[in-house]
């Protein structure tokens, strides 16, 4: 994930879970972007979290988060809270997937669902 500026320096964006680093090829005290560019690199810092919302939640079931149901506003505020925004639509998209995966179980009724980590049932002798 790179762009070549027209002043000839390169930025990259490296992501690192929810934090982003944006690195030079050269030292600066200050860049001159044009819009393009500018856009380029507001895509690149921004889509990384996009896709990483699936991973942020998986980290959540693996923290216990969803040992005991909780509430999309619940989830939305955690990610929050943990440094990732994140679009409702995408939100609601993702949690249905799980769903659909069993990754994660969903009770209730449209617009008041609570989701919760797939409990195992013991076998019966």
Request: hydrophobic fraction near 35%.
């Amino acid at each position: 994930m790179e762009v070549k500026t027209k002043v000839g320096i390169s930025v990259e964006v490296e992501s690192k879970g929810s934090l982003k680093t944006i690195n030079f090829d050269k030292p600066v005290l200050s860049i001159e972007l044009t819009k393009d560019e500018s856009r380029n690199i507001g895509n690149l810092l921004t889509r990384e979290i996009k896709t990483g919302i699936t991973a942020e939640i998986r980290k959540l079931v693996i923290e216990n988060f969803f040992a005991t149901p909780h509430s999309f506003r619940d989830i939305k505020e955690e990610l929050r809270r943990k440094g990732v925004n994140v679009k409702s639509a995408s939100l609601n998209t993702i949690l249905g997937k799980m769903v659909e995966r069993h990754e994660l179980v969903r009770s209730g009724t449209s617009g008041s669902y609570l989701y919760q980590k797939k409990t195992r049932v013991p076998l019966e002798k």
